[in-house]
C-alpha cells in the first residue's frame, strides 16, 4: 500500500501558510541539499494531495516555472485537490475530489504505485489523520519567527491526538531542520 507523506514548511513560531512571503536573511547560506531533497521526494511519489488554499499558492508558481527536475515533475505528476468550491483547475493534471475526501483519499491510497505527496497543513492533514491515513510527516523547520501564527497556543490547527515517532533528521547549513516522523 502506498504512504501519504505530508511535507510542511514551518516557521520557528508555528507559521505554516504562504512560506514564499516568509522574510528571509540575504546573509543566511543557502544549501543546495534542499531542491535535491525536495525533489527526491516529489521522485519517490507519483501523485501529489493537497486542499483549495495550497492549490491556489502552488499553481501559478508552479506552472510558471520549467527546465529543472523538481518543476517538471511537479508540473506533470497527477495532482488531487480536496475542495467543494474548486471547479474548473487550470493546473495539468489536475483533479478535484469534492465530496467523500476520506473515502476517495483511501482509494487512491490502495492503487498500486509511488508513494502520494501532501503538501500544506491544514484541513486536508486533519481529515488524514482522523481517518488513519497519514503515514510520515515531514516538517521543515525555518530558523525565523514570521509573527502571527495559529491562535490558542496551538502550533498546528486543532485535530485528533496523533503520537508521531522520529525516523529522520537533516540540518541544513542555513539553520534549516528537516525532522521525519512516522505515525506511531
Not at 110 to 138: C, K, R, W
Not at 151 to 163: I, N, R, S, V, Y
Request: one cysteine or more.
Amino acid at each position: 500500500m502506498r504512504k501519504i507523506v505530508n511535507s510542511t514548511y514551518i516557521s520557528l513560531d508555528g507559521v505554516v501558510e504562504q512560506p514564499h512571503l516568509w522574510p528571509t536573511l540575504d546573509r543566511r547560506p543557502t544549501d543546495e541539499r534542499k531542491d535535491t531533497i525536495q525533489t527526491e521526494l516529489l521522485q519517490a511519489c507519483d501523485a501529489v494531495l493537497m486542499g483549495r488554499r495550497t492549490y491556489e499558492g502552488f499553481a501559478p508558481v508552479w506552472q510558471s516555472r520549467s527546465g529543472d527536475p523538481l518543476s517538471d515533475r511537479m508540473n506533470t505528476i497527477p495532482k488531487y485537490v480536496v475542495s467543494t468550491t474548486l471547479q474548473d483547475p487550470d493546473w495539468a493534471n489536475t483533479t478535484v475530489i469534492s465530496s467523500d475526501a476520506a473515502a476517495e483519499i483511501r482509494r487512491l491510497k490502495e492503487q498500486p504505485g509511488q508513494d502520494i505527496v501532501q503538501y500544506g497543513f491544514g484541513a486536508v492533514s486533519t481529515l488524514l489523520m482522523e481517518n488513519d491515513l497519514l503515514d510520515e510527516l515531514h516538517l521543515w523547520f525555518h530558523p525565523l519567527f514570521v509573527g502571527g501564527g495559529p491562535g490558542d497556543g496551538a502550533l498546528f490547527p486543532k485535530g485528533p491526538a496523533t503520537q508521531f515517532e522520529l525516523i529522520g533528521s537533516t540540518i541544513l547549513e542555513d539553520g534549516m531542520a528537516i525532522l521525519t516522523y512516522r505515525v506511531a
